[in-house]
Antibody
Framework: EVQLVQSGAEVKKPGESLKISCKGSGYSFTTYWIGWVRQMPGKGLEWMGI????????RYSPSFQGQVTISADKSISTAYLQWSTLKASDTAMYYC???????????????WGQGTLVTVSS | EIVLTQSPGTLSLSPGERATLSCRAS???????LAWYQQKPGQAPRLLIYGASSRATGIPDRFSGSGSGTDFTLTISRLEPEDFAVYYC?????????FGQGTRLEIK
């Protein structure tokens, strides 16, 4: 069974750094792209970017380029989403998802993690 | 960027009724690369439909997707109590990948 298990909820202050995780199991972690999706409170879904754990090839959505860092450690089947300087506007639920990709560069999410709630408040 | 506009914003129906949700794109979605997701409160989204009309594994056949170009539809033939949720469409035909704003399906 494919499972994506995310790290627990975080409460941080503006200006702090943060790294949240997503551990995959039940499949070959290195051969499927993993993506991250943001959902701000009461709002819709936004793709942030995707990573191929096999070689760490990473593609960011334009709105998130330079704002976050997506990485992966294939030795422990874990993908990460990282902020160096959090802002209050980063408060959101963050989901990881294993995606199905196409040669055109498009993708959709087939399996989802349970989400990690990040709260940034002074 | 392709903007997806979902309508209606909220749909109020009763169990047993038929639901029709619309997703309109600002430009043609190539190769019918359109997916639909269902999200219930406090849960992660779940893939329902990909390729505009292909049901994901385990999705009941009361869910169906149709459309091409700029107009897509998700139809739920007979609503069950567990179908009341928020539904999102997503295009993956061109970058950046974008979602619609969602349609809330509520019990009347």
């Amino acid at each position: 069974e494919v499972q994506l298990v995310q790290s627990g909820a975080e409460v941080k202050k503006p200006g702090e750094s943060l790294k949240i995780s997503c551990k995959g199991s039940g499949y070959s972690f290195t051969t499927y792209w993993i993506g991250w999706v943001r959902q701000m409170p009461g709002k819709g879904l936004e793709w942030m970017g995707i990573i191929y754990p096999g070689d760490s090839d990473t593609r960011y959505s334009p709105s998130f380029q330079g704002q976050v860092t997506i990485s992966a450690d294939k030795s422990i089947s874990t993908a990460y989403l990282q902020w160096s300087t959090l802002k209050a506007s980063d408060t959101a639920m963050y989901y990881c998802a294993r995606v199905v990709t196409y040669d055109s560069g498009g993708y959709y999410a087939l399996y989802w993690g349970q989400g990690t709630l990040v709260t940034v408040s002074s | 960027e392709i903007v997806l506009t979902q309508s209606p914003g909220t749909l109020s129906l009763s169990p047993g009724e038929r639901a029709t949700l619309s997703c309109r794109a600002s430009q043609s979605v190539s190769s019918r690369y359109l997916a639909w997701y269902q999200q219930k409160p406090g849960q992660a989204p779940r893939l329902l439909i990909y390729g505009a009309s292909s049901r994901a594994t385990g999705i009941p056949d009361r869910f169906s997707g149709s459309g091409s170009g700029t107009d897509f539809t998700l139809t739920i033939s007979r609503l069950e109590p567990e179908d009341f949720a928020v539904y999102y469409c997503q295009q993956y035909g061109s970058s950046p990948i974008t979602f619609g704003q969602g349609t809330r399906l509520e019990i009347k």
